[in-house]
């Protein structure tokens, strides 16, 4: 039997993907809406921060690139989706930080 | 919306923008190196033959070629449809070169018909590019302000190459009879304020956001500002025609009206950006978006009619060094090492480490740059009303100085296209200072 992929692991591997713009990672720029595990396929649903933005081919082809190449991984499904629209709101409080603003609190 | 796969955002693969930037800059280098090496053409009259030259130099051969590049790069990725017409884009490439620099040694021979003929070739790669922006702005899925700012910007560049044209075959044949200062002055603001201020106006409503993570809630402000401008251009035009004052004064106006409202506009959307800190490129920009709203009131003040002749210089170099070249090299400070990037290390996200897009530049060479530019069009500006050749001189190895470390930065992301960095060597996430 496969040992199965533990999601923390998933959104660790997508963390290391940084925005080529501002080096932040997808995940921390809230990029990543959803990952479900089932058997040895991860679905993944993601944004970008902008439909026309110029590297979004590359990031979300990189993304398949880097779960399929995960241990026990067979297949990853990447869907890109655009409801609910990314806004600056979705960054995360260490993408704040990265991006030069003081922690909260 | 998203470009499907197997189209790449990028314009034949990068090589049409970099090929026409790497152009462009040449010719910078080279108009740089006039200035420096004989800064006595600054301190000549607007209407010198070796005055306009060196503005056909820097506008046409520097100035214009990059932003050819930038727009058949940035404008398909705005209207996400993806870039087409590689083949004309290059004819485009060399009319322009030819043509500019026909155009820049027949003004310093006095040759107005080998300017004419220099011009042409400009003009028929000019209507490349106008029918290239008009095919892509048709298969836009809708036309917001910014795209219709594009549009408007290619139909001055060709009312601006038409006016050139009309004045040299004018000058040279005296088909008829004209006041060719007044023409002048509308074929240099149809240039400079119809297609850079426009194109600026549109573009930076969604470079700016884009460059800072911040939100754009409407198109509102970017609508009414080059609604504005555009309306101030249309008087402005006949009103240097027909030397009427009150048509130049209700242009300018507008025109002051407009930057005033972009202004506003801009800094609402800078209050929402996520990210805090303005790199230098952006810096650049902004600088240029400031000698631009300086030259627009000196404009206004030459409209009534007070100012010298080498205020007018001095203007046109407040406006063209100060404005609209520290805008382009601000943005190339972005633009380049985003498109080496894209070449280079886009291919590899998700499948070895990647450097970020900002740090294959150099940005302490930016700085420089920055500071420079600054300080230097300052001093040429003084030079120029003062007639003070020392300070003129000083000015302009400042602003040789500025170039250097700019094209230093550029050198150092274009490396990457030969040498790409180690996976070992790449800094993945450089992580800025936080604000206290």
């Given at each position: 039997m496969k040992p199965s992929i533990d999601p923390e692991e998933v959104w660790k591997t997508l963390s290391t993907i940084p925005d080529p713009e501002f080096g932040v990672g997808i995940v921390d720029l809230g990029l990543i809406y959803d990952v479900r595990v089932e058997g040895a396929c991860i679905h993944v649903a993601m944004t970008l921060t902008t439909p026309s933005c110029p590297a979004g081919s590359m990031i979300f082809s990189g993304v398949k690139a880097a779960l399929e190449a995960m241990p026990g991984v067979e297949e990853a499904k990447v869907e890109l989706v655009w409801e609910p629209r990314w806004t600056?709101?979705?960054?995360?409080a260490a993408g704040r930080e990265h991006l030069g603003w003081a922690p909260a609190g | 919306m998203f470009l499907p796969p197997g189209r790449s955002p990028l314009a034949a693969g990068a090589t049409i923008p970099l090929s026409f930037v790497a152009a462009g800059l040449v010719a910078a280098v080279l108009a740089t190196g006039w200035v420096a090496f004989v800064p006595g053409t600054l301190a000549l009259p607007y209407l010198h033959m070796h005055v306009v030259a060196l503005a056909h130099a820097w506008l046409l051969g520097a100035m214009l070629t990059i932003t050819f590049g930038a727009v058949y790069q940035l404008l398909p990725v705005l209207a996400n449809t993806g870039f087409r017409g590689a083949a004309a884009a290059w004819i485009h490439l060399v009319l322009h070169l030819v043509g500019a620099a026909t155009m820049v040694f027949s003004f310093l021979a006095g040759r107005m018909e080998l300017v004419a003929a220099g011009g042409a070739l400009v003009g028929i790669g000019v209507m490349l590019f106008a029918i290239n922006v008009g095919d892509t702005l048709r298969r836009a899925h809708c036309l917001d302000p910014v795209l219709v700012a594009f549009g408007a910007a290619a139909a001055w560049l060709l009312v601006t190459v038409a006016a050139g044209l009309s004045i040299a075959l004018n000058l040279h044949y005296g088909w008829w009879s004209l006041d060719v200062l007044a023409l002048l002055r509308a074929h240099a603001h149809a240039g400079v304020a119809g297609f850079f201020v426009t194109l600026l106006q549109g573009a930076m409503f969604r470079l700016v956001p884009m460059f800072t993570l911040a939100e754009v809630r409407d198109l509102r402000g970017a609508a009414a500002s080059i609604a504005l401008s555009q309306l101030g251009l249309l008087l402005l035009g006949p009103g240097f025609v027909w030397s009427n004052v009150f048509l130049i004064f209700s242009g300018t106006a507008l025109l002051l009206g407009s930057f005033l409202v972009s202004g506003i506009a801009l800094h609402r959307i800078l209050q929402t950006r996520k990210k805090r800190h303005f790199e230098p490129g952006l810096r650049g920009f902004f600088l240029g978006l400031f000698f631009l709203s300086v030259a627009a009131i000196g404009g206004a003040t030459l409209a009534f009619g007070v100012g010298t002749l080498e205020a007018a210089l001095a203007y046109g170099v407040v406006a063209v060094l100060g404005g609209v070249l520290a805008t382009i090299e601000g943005m190339l400070c972005k633009i380049v090492p985003f498109l080496v990037w894209m070449r280079v290390y886009g291919p590899r996200v998700g499948r070895r480490p990647t450097p970020v897009a900002?740090?294959?530049?150099r940005a302490a060479a930016e700085r420089f740059w920055l500071r420079l530019h600054a300080v230097s069009v300052v001093l040429l500006a003084i030079g120029i009303v003062f007639s003070h050749l020392a300070v003129l001189a000083v000015g302009a190895v400042l602003f040789a100085a500025g170039q250097c470390a700019l094209l230093v930065s550029l050198a150092s992301s274009a490396r990457h296209l030969w040498r790409p960095a180690t996976p070992g060597a790449v800094a993945v996430s450089p992580r800025p200072k936080p604000a206290l």
């Open positions: 600056t709101d979705m960054i995360t | 900002g740090s294959l530049g």
